[in-house]
């Protein structure tokens, strides 16, 4: 059974609607921020009444947002994404949802690569949101997270609410200018629509471009990730049909004949924990990377660079160590660097967004927690570098979901 998140605005209705034409079971979930006043609560009875008059379990919680923000000295928009998605994870933990559907669609993913490219960004952020993922948030990081609509433009949208006769909430915040995605929309959009009136189509099949060749220089395997929903056509119409979810493979990267490490790796584990111990050869998946560690003899001629997504490391050298996340006081020698450097730091230099800092995945030296060796799938501590004395290789193979 699938949870919805529904807002009560055109892209959430739309889902919503979809989804019931499909013949699906569902329930949906509606978040009151508090944030508008009568606003806010009108969404809520609006939203409620739908669900009512469908016969459809609907979920509905109050966040006191600004506190919140205030507390954790993030932006309202962090809070509320933060708030929001914790608060889904333990609905489909308590329930029992197989997965969590939200309405971004192909609008939201244009927006989201411009603010990527506005802020700086590595080559993930310009492959755009995928179909399928994981709920953003380290509790629940197992759960399936997705994005139905993500194949049709805004205009798409409207023109199937319209011919459905769909009724929805109009949110005044969304024709101000204070968030930087209303900026983009309000008043970026309308100047790219008049260059190129299939912008948003454009920018989406870029998106998936580069998506698509960025997978293939990794080698990355197909998406252990499973859609249980075929993107909707180009023109909107029609529910969205089903699929169920594919299985997991278990085929590895490191399949070298001449290496001795026995190949019977641990199932996938999502959401591995902070100081949790890691098998020098095994599968891991964090809340943003399903990765490979596989241990292989080393005689020096096998090339030291390796394709992106790819680290290797002295196995001797980095001896034990933890998988684990971003904390205070964590610091890497990154390699052919002169010295120390703050993980904090770090992430500043590489432009990592704040939000994404939390969920990359890390080893740490068993021996000092806070000694970062590896980022994966980013970079690798200097002091266990390939050298010539180097007997035995970690290979470490990020697959991006």
């Given at each position: ?76 928009e962090m809070a509320a994404r933060r708030l929001r998605y914790h608060w889904f994870g333990e609905l ?260 990592i967004p704040a939000d994404e800092k939390p969920f990359i995945p890390l080893l740490k030296s068993a ?35």
């Open positions: 059974m699938l949870l919805v998140a529904v807002s009560g605005g055109i892209d959430s209705m739309c889902l919503a609607e979809k989804v019931r034409l499909s013949g699906e079971p569902f329930a949906i979930a509606h978040c009151n921020f508090s944030l508008r006043g009568a606003e806010s609560d009108g969404d809520e009875a609006f939203v409620r009444s739908w669900a009512s008059s469908h016969g459809i379990t609907c979920h509905v919680k109050r966040f006191d947002t600004e506190t919140y923000a205030s507390s954790e000295s993030i932006s309202i489909c933990r308590s329930f029992g949802y197989s997965a969590l559907a939200v309405a971004h669609n192909a609008n939201d993913n244009a927006e989201t690569l411009l603010l990527n490219l506005l802020r700086g960004t590595g080559l993930r952020g310009i492959t755009g949101m995928k179909e399928s993922g994981f709920i953003p948030d380290p509790d629940f990081s197992d759960i399936p997270l997705l994005r139905p609509l993500l194949g049709m433009t805004r205009a798409d949208i409207e023109a199937f609410a319209t011919s459905a006769g769909l009724s929805w909430r109009e949110d005044r915040t969304n024709a101000e200018n204070g968030y930087k995605r209303n900026k983009l929309r309000n008043l970026v959009f309308p100047v790219f629509a008049e260059i190129n009136p299939s912008f948003v189509e454009t920018l989406n099949r870029d998106m998936a471009r580069f998506a698509s060749e960025l997978s293939a220089e990794v080698q990355a395997p197909e998406s252990f990730v499973a859609s249980l929903l075929v993107p909707p056509t180009a023109s909107g119409s029609g529910p969205l049909p089903f699929m169920r979810p594919r299985a997991a493979t278990d085929s590895g990267a490191c399949t070298s004949a001449e290496s001795s490490v026995s190949k019977n790796r641990p199932k996938c584990s999502p959401g591995t924990q902070n100081d949790a111990s890691v098998s020098k050869n095994g599968q891991f998946c964090s809340p943003t990377e399903e990765f490979e560690i596989c241990e292989e003899p080393w005689d020096g001629t096998q090339p030291v660079k390796q394709p992106k997504g790819v680290l290797i490391m002295d196995a001797d050298k980095a001896g034990e160590f933890t998988e684990g996340r971003w904390e205070s006081g964590d610091w890497i020698k990154p390699l052919g660097a002169p010295g120390k450097k703050k993980l904090q730091d770090w992430f500043t230099d590489h432009h021996k000092d927690p806070h000694h970062v060796l590896a980022v994966i799938p980013f970079c690798i501590d200097h002091s266990i570098r390939v050298t010539k004395t180097t007997c035995r290789i970690l290979r470490i193979i990020a697959k991006q979901p």
